[in-house]
């Protein structure tokens, strides 16, 4: 499966995003699909992932409550929406696909997206 992320910009504190991440050439649902995230100078890590039925799966401490996990089947895409965001979620976002449950290690996935990037600031 191919991946296209989109939908970031520059926001500021508190506001809301969502982004998306298109899939062609292979149903996501087929997949668990993730989103990391890469600030400056700082490794890529893990923000949100959610199952191939639709429900999500997981999430990391830094999103728990704020960010959302949704998929549409018909339009194979897959959609966090992120809001309450703060100056420290400035980052270029990557969705990512895999059939592993070991979703936090990049090693698993077999397809990423080519990132977008998000700002937050006042």
């Known amino acids: 499966v191919q991946l296209q992320a989109s939908g970031g910009g520059s926001v500021q504190p508190g506001d809301s995003l969502r982004l998306s991440c298109v899939g062609s050439?292979?149903?996501?649902?087929?997949?668990?699909v993730s989103w990391f995230r890469q600030a400056p100078g700082k490794e890529r890590q893990f923000v949100a992932a959610?199952?191939?039925?639709?429900?999500?799966?997981a999430y990391a401490d830094s999103g728990k409550g704020r960010f959302t996990m949704s998929r549409d089947r018909a339009k194979n895409t897959v959609f966090p929406q992120m809001n309450s965001l703060k100056p420290e979620d400035t980052a270029v976002y990557y969705c990512?696909?895999?059939?592993?449950?070991?979703?936090?290690?990049?090693?698993?996935?077999?397809?990423w997206g080519q990132g977008t990037q998000v700002t937050v600031s006042s």
């Open positions: 050439g292979r149903a996501l649902s087929d997949y668990r």
């Open positions: 959610i199952r191939g039925g639709g429900g999500s799966i």
């Open positions: 990512a696909a895999t059939f592993s449950v070991d979703l936090r290690s990049e090693n698993a996935y077999l397809s």
